[in-house]
């Protein structure tokens, strides 16, 4: 069966600093999308960073990376030069081949601190 | 471009009400979809569609009817509410690569419901 684990409920950084946040999947599929999303306390979902299973090269969005270990099923959220706007929930999702169905986890509560 | 719209965007409804949720798209999506965010469970998939005509469950299908009968619109149906559906209701919309599988996501604003 299709899952998403993220085991870090909360989070917090320094300003600045780096955070990393971790996110498991599993599922049977070889073709398949990775995603992260952010939501700000205005509740609004926003995508931050996708990958694609196929793709070896780890995704990039400015200060946003990920690194996708794909024989671990692992897809961890970098970010780096953490600022005060980025204080959200951030879900990993996965959305496989063949089933049109994508998985949220539980979400990571991440808070910056001035 | 509005995007996803969805309305109400907030919802009181006494147990055994009915009521629809609205959802619409301009980007020309075919794949379109309904979840429920419940405080420590994410989101979860409630149904969803990937063209007018085509609909099917997901996790967590009990209680909500859905159809779409064009493509840019997909209500969610509450037949009879029960305080278990008080919920924050997210609709979403994106492209289909081919394969069967939806990519990146555009959400609406959420719609806030509380069952009485």
């Known amino acids: 069966a299709q899952t998403v684990t993220q085991s870090q409920p909360e989070m917090s950084v320094q300003e600045a600093e780096t955070v990393t946040l971790s996110c498991t999947y599993d599922?049977?599929?070889?073709?398949?999308?990775l995603f992260w999303y952010k939501q700000p306390p205005s509740r609004q979902m926003i995508l931050v960073i996708r990958?694609?299973?196929?793709?070896?090269q780890n995704a990039t969005e400015n200060r946003f990376s990920v690194n996708f270990q794909k024989a671990a099923k692992s897809f961890s959220l970098k970010i780096s030069d953490s600022q005060l706007g980025d204080t959200a929930m951030y879900f990993c999702?996965?959305?496989?081949?063949?089933?049109?169905?994508?998985?949220f986890g539980t979400g990571t509560r991440l808070k910056v601190l001035a | 471009n509005a995007g996803v719209t969805q309305t109400p965007k907030f919802q009181v409804l006494k147990t055994g009400q009915s009521m629809t949720l609205q959802c619409a798209q301009d980007?020309?999506?075919?794949?379109m979809s309904w979840y429920r965010q419940d405080p420590g469970m994410g989101l979860r998939l409630i149904h969803y569609?990937?063209?007018?005509?085509?609909?099917d469950q997901g996790e967590v299908p009990n209680g909500y009817n859905v159809s779409r009968s064009t493509t840019e619109d997909f209500p969610l149906r509450l037949l009879s509410a029960a305080p278990s559906q008080t919920s924050v209701y997210f609709c979403a919309s994106s492209y289909t690569p081919g394969g069967g599988q939806a990519d990146t996501q555009y959400f609406g604003p959420g719609t806030r419901l509380t069952v009485l």
């Open positions: 980007m020309n999506h075919e794949y």
């Open positions: 599922t049977s599929e070889n073709n398949y999308y």
């Open positions: 999702a996965s959305s496989d081949s063949g089933t049109y169905k994508y998985i």
């Open positions: 569609s990937v063209g007018a005509g085509i609909t």
């Open positions: 990958q694609e299973a196929y793709k070896q």
